[in-house]
């Protein structure tokens, strides 16, 4: 305890002090814990798990995630009775009540409970599971299950002829969104290493574990049968941590008064949200739980970037709560901050601490979707993940907070310094230029930008074979776009490059400058502008991996984007102009022109000449922060002209179907003739357009 503590009863929360509360809505935990206020993306939307899913295993294998307990082997007739009662019930609610009383008798330490009707929210997707495990002393959730009566709802059933294949089909699909939305909520809802679920039908039962790396599934397993009432037993004696709790995250007690200055600190004075102590190494951390949410994916590194109060000198800290992929190409991040630091790389977060959580023999902090996938031998990739922390200095605004169109170019210019520093001294590549990447800080009254999150940078002095790499790094929207085309035939793994970062840069610019600065384009047309720029996407069905559509590409050509969108604010205008007149040189391809049109040669010799001379300076690292600092310098360039920051509203634009669109103008046509007839007049109305002749406002195929 800090010695400013008074003797005092312990001040935790309202809530049940181990091993966490509850989240807080009822779905996921008991009625009456602490909301969430701040509820943050880190991570890619819910999808499918392609290539993510490791199956099926047997009963008697997956039980061996869990301890033997004593008498586990008993019979269990309420659970093996179950099939008899459930085979002739409909509709779907009615299944609820005989599995959990069966359930509930077979566990002592479990409370099994009905809350399809109580559903609640996760990052805006509708959470709500048939039936809830809880831990019957802490009330906190232990795994959800959900009841289908159609087995043609099971997203499993061709993985037991072709393991790790999921069943094609409407049903099997949303089904399979469903439970992924559960564990993902359950994941992010709480500090867990992993998670458990199941999937019941009326004659049996899969269960399912799920981690950072993807979700190994059983096999059928018949009511009758004894693997369904030993899990619930063994789950039911488990520790909080083999269940899946992250331990290391426990109430912190202290006086009242020690949580009335924590509580400042953190901006967290109203707030009666559990206060939690972290510890890495010797050094203890306090955070508030209703900070943020983890990942809206089930899979990757569901970073969280947790405000924290540190006890040794009670000064605010980030604390940087993630999963890093384990591989000879990534070190641990505090290990890439001490590298730049060595090579003097500005613009980058003073580092406290960094260290992997748990010890090497700890696997519950370790994936272990790879593992099972090796025992049955299933060819897929899957990354092992460690969990992990870092704590680094606290730096106060976001990207988005800039507060004129100079601040937000500045920043830029900084954070790209600090990339091209480290490309140039430190042999690192980024490889994730992003506006959550940048944060700024005020240093003698001026916005400076800091580049973070080096956790996924490639150490360049690695040969190309330890580099490529089969999963692309980065963030969706700014990522350039060679690495997010379809690659031709038999073309090798493309290896990120500088050039590439610099590309991310320039697509991050535009972004903000939609988003943030004064432009021509309506409101109205904003939201489709950014979804297919920067958000569409489709995927190939046979590979399961995501691509872009031509939209990104043809505009890196052509810079329409930025003509259509006519920025109000010069200097923004004059810098996405130079930068997209070096960069469209990547994607350029000029055509030898015909023979005896010298002035059309001379014309192509030229423009050649030009690509290759934009490409070569695009070697240098040096030029994109060289190029912003004489733009922010340019004194010919009013940086004032409609400088202040502004937030574009998006409007979500009315969708119309060609079916829709066709009707309504069937309709009009024939009121239109009605009306000619009614008044003599003999012109015909012109034919409406067919739909196979426009080009379709929705691609059905585009992955929001």
């Known amino acids: 305890m800090a010695e400013n503590s008074t003797p005092s009863t312990p001040v935790t929360s309202n809530s049940p002090p181990l091993p966490r509360t509850p989240s807080p809505n009822p ?126 709802c099971d997203p499993f059933d061709l993985g037991d002829q072709v393991p790790g294949r999921l069943q094609p089909g409407t049903e099997a699909k949303r089904t399979l969104g469903q439970i992924t939305s559960y564990a993902t909520a359950h994941q992010g809802s709480f500090f867990q290493t992993h998670v458990f679920s199941a999937l019941i039908f009326p004659t049996y039962l899969r269960f399912m574990r799920w981690d950072r790396s993807g979700v190994v599934y059983t096999k059928k397993l018949p009511f009758s049968g004894p693997d369904i009432a030993i899990f619930f037993r063994r789950l039911s004696a488990a520790s909080p941590a083999q269940r899946g709790c992250d331990t290391t995250a426990v109430p912190f007690e202290c006086s009242a008064k020690q949580s009335r200055d924590i509580r400042r600190e953190l901006g967290r004075l109203r707030s009666k949200a559990l206060l939690l102590k972290i510890s890495i190494d010797n050094e203890d951390y306090v955070i508030s739980e209703d900070q943020e949410h983890g990942s809206v994916s089930p899979i990757g ?29 990534l070190k641990p991040e505090h290990e890439i901050y001490a590298k730049l630091n060595e090579r003097n790389v500005t613009h980058i977060p003073e580092v406290y601490q960094g260290a992997d959580v748990g010890s090497d023999t700890d696997l519950h902090h370790l994936t272990q979707t790879a593992v099972w996938a090796a025992k049955l031998n299933l060819n897929i990739s899957l990354r092992t993940l460690r969990h992990y922390r870092i704590v680094l200095e606290y730096l106060e605004y976001k990207l988005e907070e800039f507060e004129t169109t100079a601040q937000l170019v500045g920043a830029l210019r900084d954070a790209s310094l600090a990339h091209s520093k480290a490309v140039t001294d430190a042999k690192v590549l980024h490889r994730d230029i992003s506006v959550g990447n940048i944060m700024m800080k005020r240093v003698d009254g001026v916005l400076r930008g800091y580049l973070i999150d080096w956790d996924l940078s490639l150490d360049m002095s690695l ?123 990547r994607y350029s391809f000029y055509k030898e022109p015909a023979l005896g049109i010298p002035a059309k040669r001379t014309a192509w010799e030229l423009a050649v000449q030009g690509k290759a001379e934009a490409l070569k300076i695009l070697e240098d690292p040096l030029w994109l922060p060289n190029l912003l600092d004489a733009q922010l310098d340019n004194k010919s360039i009013s940086w004032e002209t409609n400088a202040k920051r502004q937030i574009n509203p998006l409007i979500t634009p009315a969708k119309f179907s060609a079916a829709a669109i066709a009707v309504s103008s069937q309709t009009s046509s024939s009121k239109r003739k009605s009306e000619n007839q009614q008044s003599g007049n003999s012109r015909l109305p012109k034919a409406s357009r067919t739909s196979g002749q426009s080009t379709p406002h929705d691609n059905p195929s585009s992955e929001r």
């Open 463 to 585: 040969p190309d074979t330890v580099a490529a790499q089969d999963e692309r790094t980065g963030t969706w929207q700014f990522i350039a776009v060679r690495l997010l085309e379809r690659p031709k035939a038999g073309e090798e793994p493309l290896i990120q490059n500088q050039v590439d970062d610099v590309e991310s840069f320039f697509h991050l610019a535009m972004w903000m400058a939609l988003r943030y600065t004064s432009h021509g384009l309506p409101n109205i047309d904003l939201r489709t502008v950014l979804d297919d720029n920067f958000d569409a996407a489709y995927r190939d069905p046979d590979t399961e991996r995501a691509y872009i559509t031509r939209t990104r590409r043809l505009n890196m050509i052509t810079g329409d984007l930025i003509q259509t969108a006519n920025f109000s604010n010069p200097g923004m205008y004059s810098v996405l102009n130079a930068l997209q007149g070096i960069l469209c040189e």
């Open 301 to 329: 590194r569901s970073t969280r970037c947790l405000k924290a109060y540190r006890l040794e000198t009670r000064a605010v800290v980030l604390l940087k709560d993630t999963w890093r992929v384990v591989s000879p190409s």
């Open 27 to 152: 779905p996921l935990a008991k009625p009456g814990s602490t909301p969430i206020v701040n509820i943050r993306s880190q991570s890619a939307p819910l999808n499918s798990l392609p290539k993510r899913v490791v199956g099926p295993v047997s009963g008697a294998d997956f039980n061996e995630l869990l301890p033997k307990v004593k008498g586990e082997d008993s019979p269990c007739k309420e659970i093996e009775g179950l099939t008899a009662q459930l085979k002739e019930l409909k509709p779907e609610p009615k299944m609820y009540e005989h599995l959990v009383d069966a359930f509930n008798a077979s566990c002592s330490k479990l409370l099994f409970e009905d809350v399809h009707n109580s559903p609640t929210t996760f990052h805006d997707i509708e959470i709500k599971p048939d039936i809830n495990v809880y831990d019957r002393k802490t009330e906190r959730l232990v795994a959800n299950l959900e009841v289908k009566i159609q087995e043609s």
